[in-house]
């Protein structure tokens, strides 16, 4: 189904942060996989992993235990400080199933009037019929209606209208820290610490979706650990299993018992595959990873500000670690264009957002290659 808008290009092999095409031609990726191989390309330790794996046990079902998935749980609630894991396949299922988490527990309370959510303009968080509903952009949402709602869409960072938005007497408030599609908006300290103000008011669910901020990119395990304010349910998805698909739902101890035998499930949720490639991955994080996604976060964020004094048509530097962006004036797709003619891969987000999301073992001396085809694709786009 012709449901992609896909370029031309097509890549055979990869190496680190490195892409290749048939012909040999390289390019350096600064989109990994839209945000999902932090790991990059070829990593040794994940691909022997995934074949022993392979070679061991791919699937059993979720009616035996998963002794992986059990460690995967385990390292991720170290990592986060929350209490309890749900395994899916994609970020689209981990946020349908914290939509359910959030519905259970109001019916639970003996509030089953309690069935409206609200989200934040410019959101995103996937293509499901639960998860789209809560997607701001109406072109995703309205040629499947009627979808599950009521749902009060708010601006982001408007504490008075995130406060006039809790009258509907909502399920579950549901946020991106980092919103990654809707142009790397990050969320302040007032507004996070107010929606969780609210949320503990009102008895309201907080779902934080960090499918694309979390897991390590901002530097920290969870984009949240930036702030104060905790969320009851966190999602997490793309990288989590180094390229394999593997998503979750992570809930703190007042949320960890909604759900119970029979109430949801899914048939490759926390198999051996995935958890064996997502144990790789959290162990590289918690071996020095993170440090180096700072210290990358840190050379991008120097690169763009350049960039931002150099191009009167670069506005401002968005978001944090190794999900940054430039906003422009115009023309992020001829930027990306250009950029992509000259050997570097880079997203965009709506049509003034050039977004990169590198995997983390990008080089120094890469991201620093990656700036000068930055630099002359501004030069040449602007003299256009
Ligand atoms: N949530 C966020 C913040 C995302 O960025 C995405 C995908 O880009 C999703 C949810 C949906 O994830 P998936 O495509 O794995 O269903």
Redesign the pocket.
């Known amino acids: 189904m012709h449901t992609y808008a896909r370029s031309r290009a097509a890549f055979v092999r990869g190496q680190g942060a490195l892409l290749f095409d048939a012909d040999g031609k390289s390019w350096i990726d600064t989109l990994g996989g839209?945000?999902v191989n932090a790991l990059g390309h070829a990593h040794p330790r994940l691909v022997a992993a995934i074949a022993e794996q392979a070679g061991a046990l791919i699937h059993t079902s979720n009616l035996y235990r998963q002794p992986l998935g059990e460690q995967v749980a385990l390292r991720l609630s170290r990592l986060s400080g929350m209490h309890a894991a749900f395994f899916a396949n994609?970020?689209?299922?981990?946020?349908e199933t914290a939509l359910k988490i959030a519905r259970k527990y109001q019916q639970q309370q003996g509030r089953s009037e309690r069935i409206a959510f609200i989200a934040l303009e410019q959101s995103?968080?996937?293509?499901?019929t639960g998860?789209v509903a809560v997607t701001h952009n109406p072109k995703y949402r309205e040629p499947f209606g009627p979808l599950i709602g009521p749902v009060h869409f708010v601006p982001p960072n408007d504490v008075a209208a995130l406060r006039k938005a809790f009258d509907c007497g909502p399920a579950a408030l549901i946020l991106?820290p980092i919103?990654?599609?809707g142009g790397l908006t990050t969320l302040d300290e007032a507004f996070l610490t107010c929606a969780r103000e609210l949320c503990d008011g009102t008895d309201t669910v907080l779902i934080h979706?960090?499918?694309?901020?979390g897991s390590g990119r901002t530097g920290r395990f969870l984009a949240s650990q930036w702030s104060a304010a905790q969320p009851d349910l966190v999602?997490l998805?793309?990288p989590l299993a180094g390229g394999l698909?593997m998503?979750v739902v992570l809930a703190n101890a007042k949320f960890e018992g909604v759900l119970v035998p029979g109430d949801h499930g899914s048939t490759f949720g926390g198999g051996p595959l995935a958890s064996r490639a997502a144990l790789v991955f959290l162990e590289e994080l918690e071996e020095g990873l993170l440090d180096t996604v700072q210290a990358r976060g840190a050379q991008l964020a120097q690169g763009i500000d350049e960039l931002v004094a150099k191009h009167p048509v670069v506005v401002e530097r968005r978001g944090r670690g190794l999900i940054q962006g430039l906003k422009l004036e115009r023309g992020a797709a001829a930027l990306a264009t250009e950029c992509f003619a000259t050997g570097l891969v880079v997203g965009t987000a709506g049509g003034e957002v050039v977004r990169l999301l590198p995997p983390y073992v990008i080089t120094e001396q890469q991201l620093s290659t990656a700036f000068e085809i930055l630099d002359a694709a501004l030069t040449k786009i602007q003299a256009q």
């Open positions: 839209l945000a994609s970020g689209s299922e981990a946020n995103f968080h996937g293509r499901t998860a991106e919103q990654g599609e979706d960090e499918v694309q901020c999602t998805a793309k698909p998503s």
